[in-house]
């Protein structure tokens, strides 16, 4: 139990390093006060390490070693700011990390290092003072709705500091910053600026800080910190954690979530060391930049975000193959999703689940029908088109200018962004298996069966309302937010505003190029739907299986209907 005390002391501290971290990264400070404030987040690290030292040594029942443990991450973030104020002399590192430092908005590398970790050490310390909320055994779907919410919060008002914004370039507006936060959070990609051109450094941090917690899911990225440390977890939190996840039992929560770790660090890490090499241009910048961008695009990618640094999107992909390939395998991976990609690795090749073939199937057949498709209609090189028919189901990613496609391609793409990615996934749409479950239903009705089976399995009754429920009320949705765009803009042709909506409510981020020119309120109609479409099918699967009742002890009477 952490005495009254020091919970006050350590809310102190988390206080004064905000406000530090809020001066440097959101204003521009002069000679005079730069030096002082750096000197103030030493100080800040410094008692942070006091801190931890006095927790793991002090004499209690616990060991020492347990102590350690427990709190992993902040000692290894304090040791690396400890070891850049050790290492950081002057005349340390040559005139090339200099001058990359000063581009990014530091006065030095020993500046980054320190306010890198100043920010990592508050951010976690965040995430963890938020654990509590999980024990009070709240609704998973009301913790998952409000979790995303507050994190687009968080990112406006980060997104409106002076800093965000590029040297010369004018600060963010509120609509930009909401609009550009929520789209970051929902995992989309529509945005109203050229990323790379309007934000700054720390703006380009914090969005991809927002990208990599809605992709992953604040509080499943929260209580996986938890994990990983190897903190213990309550039996509501656990049971909150089980339906979030998709968990089998509670006992394999935090395997779970390891998992879940592991598969988007070796994915992220990886997929941003081969961008290294192969991103085009990749001479032309220093190797802090081309790393940057290289873990930047990894992370949109793999969340299935769509965010790019560069001004034309990916339309180098005939020029980049590789770099082009590997975004199209970080799209897929990511868009299967984890219960998916966890089945694969668990099985070790054996025959896979129901629910992993399906997703499998469905995922392939897409990304075929789409290339074939988008070649057949638009042409293009086998890269181009692959391309193409992977990320219009989920990342919003493109290589081709959308506006000058004909309005076949659109309607084309416009389903297989409907469709979308696997359960569970970083991205959108109806999902892989609600398509899967609804094409097995019609084959059943036309065959005169009165249940649906698959592959000698027989769906239960509940799988198959749910899936039926998910694509009702998203064509009611799509219906409707087209409808309110025509209402609000009706400047624009039907084929642009439905492609954005639905764009939107698939949280793909395709655009035909109308998003700058959309008006506050139009924007916000698309910033709902961007939510809608990320918490919508999550929140209506854990309403339908989080809450079963029991059977009732009675039945109405039957009474027909005529369909058709």
């Known amino acids: 139990m952490v005495p009254p005390a020091r919970r006050r002391l350590g809310a102190l501290w988390v206080a004064a390093a905000i406000g530090s971290l809020v001066l440097r990264l959101g204003f521009s400070l002069d000679a005079h006060w730069g030096p002082r404030l750096l000197a103030v987040d030493i100080g800040l690290v410094l008692v942070m390490m006091v801190d931890l030292g006095w927790s793991a040594l002090r004499p209690r029942e616990t ?14 973030l304090a040791v690396l700011a400890l070891g850049a104020l050790v290492l950081g002399r002057p005349g340390s590192f040559d005139a090339s990390l200099l001058a990359e430092a000063a581009q990014l908005g530091f006065a030095s590398p020993l500046e980054a290092v320190v306010v890198t970790s100043l920010l990592l050490l508050v951010l976690h310390r965040l995430l963890r003072a938020q654990e509590w909320v999980l024990a009070f055994g709240l609704p998973p779907v009301f913790l998952l709705a409000a979790s995303f919410f507050g994190l687009i919060v968080i990112g406006t008002l980060l997104l409106l500091m002076p800093r965000a914004a590029a040297h010369g370039a004018k600060s963010l507006g509120g609509m930009e910053a909401l609009f550009t936060a929520t789209s970051a959070v929902c995992v989309t990609g529509l945005s109203v600026f050229d990323v790379g051109s309007r934000l700054s450094a720390g703006g380009e941090v914090v969005l991809l800080v927002l990208i990599q917690l809605g992709g992953l899911g604040i509080v499943t990225f929260v209580v996986t910190l938890s994990v990983l440390a190897g903190r213990d977890l309550s039996v ?7 339906e979030m996840v998709n968990a089998t039992a509670l006992a394999d929560v935090r395997r779970q979530m390891r998992d879940i770790a592991a598969v988007a660090a070796i994915a992220e890490l990886s997929g941003a060391a081969l961008l290294f090499f192969f991103w085009p241009h990749a001479e032309k910048t220093g190797v802090l930049a081309r790393a940057w961008t290289s873990l930047f695009h990894s992370v949109s990618a793999f969340c299935n975000a769509g965010f790019t640094l560069t001004r034309n999107g990916i339309e180098f992909a005939d020029r980049a193959p590789v770099a082009a390939l590997v975004l199209m395998l970080l799209i897929v991976i990511g868009g299967l999703g984890f219960p998916i990609l966890r089945d694969l690795v668990r099985r070790g090749g054996r025959p896979a689940s129901l629910q992993t073939g399906l997703v499998l199937k469905v995922s392939l057949l897409l990304i075929v029908l789409g290339a074939g498709g988008f070649w057949l209609l638009e042409g293009g090189s086998l890269i181009v088109v692959l391309f193409e028919s992977v990320t219009a189901r989920t990342a919003g990613f493109s290589a081709v200018p959308i506006g000058d496609l004909r309005d076949a391609t659109l ?12 359960p569970i996934s970083t991205g959108g749409g109806i999902k892989t298996a609600t398509f899967a479950v609804l094409l097995y239903t019609v084959r059943s009705m036309l065959a005169g069966r009165d249940r649906v089976e698959i592959q000698k399995r027989t769906l239960p009754a509940q799988a198959v309302q749910a899936a039926l429920s998910v694509f009702v009320l998203y064509v009611l949705a799509a219906i409707f937010v087209t409808f309110v765009l025509s209402v609000l803009e009706p400047g624009f042709a039907l084929r642009d505003l439905a492609f954005e909506g639905v764009s939107a409510l698939s949280t793909v981020g395709l655009s035909t190029g109308i998003t700058p020119r959309l008006g506050s309120a139009a924007l916000l109609v698309i910033c709902g739907a961007m939510f809608v479409g990320r918490v919508g099918p999550l929140t209506l699967a854990m309403v339908i299986f989080g809450r079963r009742r029991n059977a009732a002890d009675y039945d109405y009477p039957e009474e027909d209907v005529i369909i058709g």
Request: proline share 3%; no cysteine.
């Open 411 to 422: 309607v084309m793409l416009v389903l297989l962004m409907a469709i979308g990615a696997g």
């Open 236 to 242: 509501p939190q656990l049971r909150t954690l089980k």
């Open 63 to 76: 060991a020492v070693s347990v102590r350690l443990r427990s709190r992993w991450f902040d000692w290894t």
